[in-house]
């Protein structure tokens, strides 16, 4: 009988926690070793299993002569996305091109650097065939789909000790196909009409063959080994013109001393779970940077811009790895609640498991920050205590939003409370103006994140978030009349659909304004600034901002619920009266909890005031937690652990 994967309590804490080590690494890496090959048996035993059948076949026979080679490939980012591509529904599999039959090329892989003797149909798409991990044959003139076969013999590509190729090499041709046939230590790619021999050396650039290249960095006694993959069909990278393999590998290098240096617990995570570097386009401002569930370990980066910034990404993108592995064992939350979330690393709502990622990254680049706090000098200095001190508040609000929104499991409960307890998250009060963002900032600087982050909030609230109509003219009747504010409408945030951009130019300017501001204007005059030109975000933002620095009280309306607000603004400037309310409304009004305008005097309605009188019925803005608390889990470990039978057997 297979057993299941069993997590620790103290690996599971510590993954929470935002580290885990190497033992942590190990057994994720396995267990998605292990997912892998359920993924490649469904694979097998579903519709496009005979496309995939001869490149399974080809990797059963090197795994009974270099069972590692294979298990290098299982654990590397190639095969996971490959496998779970392959496993949906092949939308192309009717028309004879199916992902499935790709698993041949990571096959050819394995028998060529294994040193084993095979024949295998590689896919050609568009002239060009591709080997993951290794390299690219361009220029095949007349392949059809499924039309090279490949043959391998052993090569010392990478960084891994491989087995020396055999001194004889007895692989034919198949009649009539296409194929790749090898001489001892060398490879042929062969189509209709045309024999291509690769490099002996495949490492090195050749006629029609580009390597990928392989980056290595020491220091300290750990070694980082990274191809620059280039030759995956399912993994977005280009070509490396720009900033080519040498480029790399001295941004490398430095990164990976400054880590060692530095974070070194990270680093030896780092040096046992990273596999791979993917080069993106660089955006026109920023670094780009992303991670694929499916390809453990891999880093997707265009050029960073200094190795402060590409260590940062390194530690940033792996922790998106070990949750998307952890997750694949451990439920953290249930299917239910809202779809649409805020996250303040982003300009989109979010799922509830893309909010959980973006905390978990966020608590790596806290980690990052809190190291490099103190070891600068101004201006440098500065600029390291803003991204520590707007990097734990945006991961602080990140909680507050899971633990109020997500419908988290037990384990999610306490593995967010680990998370919490890592970044220091203390109780805030309802304007967040009491949070400590962290050690290392100073007032200033606290008070000046503080605002960006209420007024970012406003700001994405105002873009995305939906008001009912009807329930926004109920308010505005009750308010007309004097009467008290009753249950505000339901939060309603809709989808983003396709890419999305920031919030524009004019928030960026507001936000730039504040780093260098001591403190936020005024909230009476930001208030007038709101009435008289309402459909301007970076005005709400300066609203919510300053009514959250004075501790007005409807700063919490204005930040969680500035859509309600602005609506509610509108429809009352529409129904304002020529003429003065009736008395009777006036002595109602008297009554309220709102201030009323002097008798003859026609004004607009003040938003503070607006907001002040929705905060009596509103739901207290999401809070952060405080420290763990006991969620009935236990944490004897002497106990049988409550992981397991959580995973997939493996």
């Given amino acids: 009988m297979i057993a299941p994967y069993v997590i620790p309590d103290a690996v599971f804490d510590a993954l929470a926690a935002g580290e885990g080590g190497r033992e942590a690494i190990v057994l994720l890496r396995r267990a998605r070793r292990s997912r892998n090959l359920l993924l490649l048996r469904h694979v097998l035993d579903g519709p496009c299993g005979a496309a995939a059948q001869a490149g399974a076949d080809l990797l059963s026979q090197v795994e009974g002569v270099a069972p590692e080679t294979v298990k290098a490939l299982l654990d590397g980012p190639s095969f996971g996305a490959w496998a779970a591509h392959a496993a949906a529904d092949c939308p192309s599999h009717g028309d004879g091109i199916c992902t499935a039959g790709d698993l041949a090329a990571l096959a050819a892989v394995v028998a060529i650097r294994a040193g084993v003797v095979a024949e295998v149909a590689v896919p050609v798409r568009a002239g060009t065939l591709r080997l993951p991990g290794l390299g690219t044959v361009t220029g095949i003139r007349d392949a059809r789909q499924q039309a090279v076969l490949a043959t391998g013999v052993g090569t010392g590509a990478g960084c891994r000790d491989l087995p020396e190729p055999p001194a004889t090499v007895d692989a034919g041709f198949c009649a009539g196909s296409a194929g790749v046939r090898s001489a001892p230590g060398a490879v042929d790619v062969r189509v209709p009409g045309d024999v291509h021999r690769l490099p002996r050396d495949l490492t090195r650039e050749g006629h029609r063959w580009q390597p990928v290249a392989v980056l290595r960095a020491e220091h300290g006694g750990l070694t980082l080994c990274l191809p620059l993959e280039t030759a995956d069909p399912r993994l977005p990278a280009l070509d490396t013109l720009r900033a080519g393999p040498v480029a790399w590998q001295g941004l490398l290098q430095s990164a990976w001393k400054l880590l060692v240096d ?372 236990s944490m004897s470990q002497n106990a049988r652990s409550p992981l397991e039978n959580t995973s997939a057997t493996g």
């Fill in 262 to 633: 530095s974070h070194r617990a990270r680093a030896e995570e780092l040096a046992e779970g990273l596999n791979g570097m993917v080069p993106l386009p660089a955006p026109a401002r920023g670094v780009a940077s992303a991670t694929s569930r499916h390809a453990f370990g891999t880093v997707l980066a265009s050029w960073p811009a200094s190795p402060e910034r590409l260590a940062l990404t390194l530690l940033h993108e792996f922790q998106h790895s070990k949750l998307s592995a952890l997750t694949d064992l451990v439920p953290l939350y249930e299917p239910g609640g809202p779809a649409c979330l805020y996250a303040p690393w982003r300009p989109d709502p979010r799922p509830p498991g893309g909010l959980l990622q973006g905390i978990y990254a966020h608590l790596g680049d806290l980690a990052f920050w809190r190291a490099r706090s103190g070891t600068r000098h101004e201006p440098e200095q500065a600029d390291v205590t803003w991204r520590l001190a707007r990097t734990r508040a945006q991961g602080e609000r990140g909680l507050a939003e899971a633990f109020t929104h997500v419908r988290l499991t037990p384990l999610g409960i306490r593995f967010l409370e680990r998370a919490a307890a890592a970044m220091g998250t203390v109780d805030g009060g309802d304007s967040g103006y009491d949070s400590d963002i962290g050690g290392g900032t100073d007032a200033r600087t606290t008070r000046a994140v503080l605002r960006v982050e209420a007024g970012s909030e406003a700001v994405w609230r105002l873009r995305w978030a939906q008001v009912d109509e009807k329930e926004t003219q109920r308010l505005a009747e009750l308010w007309l009349t004097g009467r008290a504010a009753q249950q505000p409408p339901q939060d309603d945030v809709r989808a983003a659909d396709g890419s999305v951009t920031g919030p524009g130019p004019e928030f960026g300017r507001w936000a730039a304004r504040q780093r260098g501001a001591g403190r936020a204007g005024s909230a009476q005059e930001a208030a007038a600034a709101v009435v008289a030109r309402p459909d301007r975000p970076e005005r709400w933002a300066e609203l919510a901002a300053a009514a959250a620095e004075e501790g007005q009280p409807g700063a919490g309306v204005l930040r969680h619920r500035t859509e309600l607000v602005r609506n509610l603004l509108l429809h009352l400037v529409e129904a304002r009266p020529d003429q003065p309310p009736p008395a009777e409304a006036r002595r109602a009004e008297a009554r309220s909890a709102r201030p009323s305008p002097p008798a003859g005097e026609d004004r607009p309605p003040d938003p503070l005031a607006l907001a002040a009188w929705l905060a009596v019925v509103h739901p207290r803005p999401p809070q952060p937690r405080t420290s763990p608390q006991n969620t009935g889990v």
